[in-house]
């Protein structure tokens, strides 16, 4: 099994739909993160969390809500789906800084997502 | 300006070849990774470096941090490297914000 497992993989929508995509991972990391792809542009945060109860935006937010069920799981929501959410979505984690040691990040598969 | 370059954004390789890719970063860091991302979207993490240099493999990632740039080199090029690799830096006084880099889109021919 993947250290970081994003479901669905693939997934079309319509505008104005809830859709929740999900991460789990068993990398035992405190520290997870959903960023967007787009086409041309790097990737970018939308929210992060630090552990269940640290829930912080990222640079693109708005539209989006995100839930820590437990330190493996943590999913993003569209409440309304609009078609320039249309991207290819990563969850990622990372562990805590222990001392001042940087440790590396563990990405997902990825989830394309396409608002129609 | 974005706070991350890379150079070029697409290299086409003849296989066996080395390949040289290129970063530039206008913020102080802790760290920089180089991530590998083919066809069908899933990201690897090759390497994370605050200093110096590091090599696994054909791969090796090297670090400036007074010019502020990085390259990835590929040595003995192959068609399996075809893939986008990507520059990202952890801000100096951050303890999570990653920047990423475009990517660098590079095919190597058989």
């Known amino acids: 099994d993947a250290d970081v497992t994003q479901t669905p993989r693939n997934r079309i929508t319509k505008t104005g739909k809830r859709i929740m995509l999900e991460c789990s991972q068993t990398?035992?990391?405190?520290?997870m993160y959903w960023y967007r792809q787009d086409p041309g542009l790097g990737l970018r945060l939308i929210y992060y969390?630090?552990?269940?109860?640290?829930?912080n935006k990222g640079e693109i937010s708005d539209g989006y809500s995100v839930s820590r069920q437990a330190q493996a799981k943590f999913s993003l929501s569209l409440e309304s789906a609009i078609p320039n959410q249309t991207a290819l979505y990563f969850c990622?984690?990372?562990?805590?800084?222990?001392?001042?040691?940087?440790?590396?990040?563990?990405f997902g598969s990825g989830t394309r997502l396409t608002v129609v | 300006k974005n706070e991350v370059e890379q150079s070029p954004q697409n290299l086409t390789a003849q296989e066996g070849e080395f390949i040289t890719i290129n970063c530039s970063y206008s913020?102080?860091?802790?760290?920089l990774h180089w991530l590998q991302q083919h066809p069908g979207g899933g990201i690897v993490s090759l390497f994370m470096?605050?200093?110096g240099k590091k090599k696994h493999g054909r791969l090796i990632a090297t670090i400036n941090i007074q010019e502020k740039h990085s390259s990835l080199h590929i040595t003995a090029s192959h068609p399996r490297d075809s893939a986008v690799y990507i520059c990202?830096?952890?801000?100096?006084?951050?303890?999570?914000?990653?920047?990423f880099g475009k990517g660098t889109l590079l095919t190597v021919n058989p």
């Open positions: 470096l605050s200093s």
């Open positions: 990398k035992g990391h405190d520290r």
């Open positions: 913020v102080g860091i802790s760290a």
């Open positions: 969390s630090f552990d269940v109860k640290d829930i």
């Open positions: 990202a830096v952890r801000s100096a006084g951050s303890n999570y914000k990653l920047t």
């Open positions: 990622a984690t990372s562990d805590r800084d222990r001392g001042g040691t940087n440790y590396g990040y563990t």
